[in-house]
């Protein structure tokens, strides 16, 4: 009969693995922190890994793509004769809507997301993403393209007012995340 393995049962679900990534992100650091280390830590191994993400830099934004498409589905879900500003400020903070208990790992992700140098580029892939859903859904109201100036200028100035309210929620444990974005996507008005 072989040996029964002890310790930590691997880990069946990306939830768990980004989870686990967190945390030792937190502990050690983005960057002192390998893809070996959170495999070991997850009971799995380094291929294992990359089935769940393609990179290192994916753990923070987790599920992206799926996030991206739900956010799509708030927009187009909107009322047709809903102000565009008022709308799109729901769905903004529908997005970011955390789920009960989630806070601390979500600080501890956008604090890593916002302040991590070698991020930066790969988080510039992703709020572009983010971006041309926004693009998207203010062309449609408007009848513009995607592409045209102000659809992406609001796309940007949208962007600019979540970051903004991401990084004053950081520096105050207190703040209030929701009427954060609120108070931001207001002053687009």
């Given at each position: ?25 937190a502990e050690r650091g983005f960057d002192r922190t390998t893809v ?22 994916d753990v923070g934004w987790g599920d992206w793509e799926l996030a ?122």
């Amino acid at each position: 009969m072989g040996t029964v393995k002890q310790g930590r049962p691997a880990v069946t679900t990306r939830e768990e693995l980004e989870l686990i990534a967190l945390q030792l992100f937190a502990e050690r650091g983005f960057d002192r922190t390998t893809v070996d280390d959170v495999a070991e830590a997850a009971g799995i191994g380094r291929r294992t890994f990359f089935r769940y993400f393609a990179s290192k830099n994916d753990v923070g934004w987790g599920d992206w793509e799926l996030a991206l498409a739900h956010f799509r589905t708030q927009l187009a879900a909107l009322p047709s004769d809903a102000p565009l500003m008022a709308g799109l400020k729901e769905a903004v903070k529908a997005f970011n809507l955390l789920p009960d208990g989630a806070e601390a790992q979500h600080r501890v992700r956008m604090a890593m997301v916002l302040h991590t140098p070698a991020l930066q580029a790969h988080s510039t892939l992703r709020y572009a993403g983010w971006r041309e859903v926004v693009a998207q859904h203010v062309a449609s109201r408007t009848g513009r393209h995607a592409g045209d100036f102000r659809c992406q200028l609001l796309a940007h100035q949208v962007l600019a007012c979540c970051v903004a309210a991401y990084e004053q929620w950081l520096t105050d444990p207190e703040a209030d995340l929701q009427g954060l974005l609120d108070e931001a996507v207001s002053t687009l008005g």
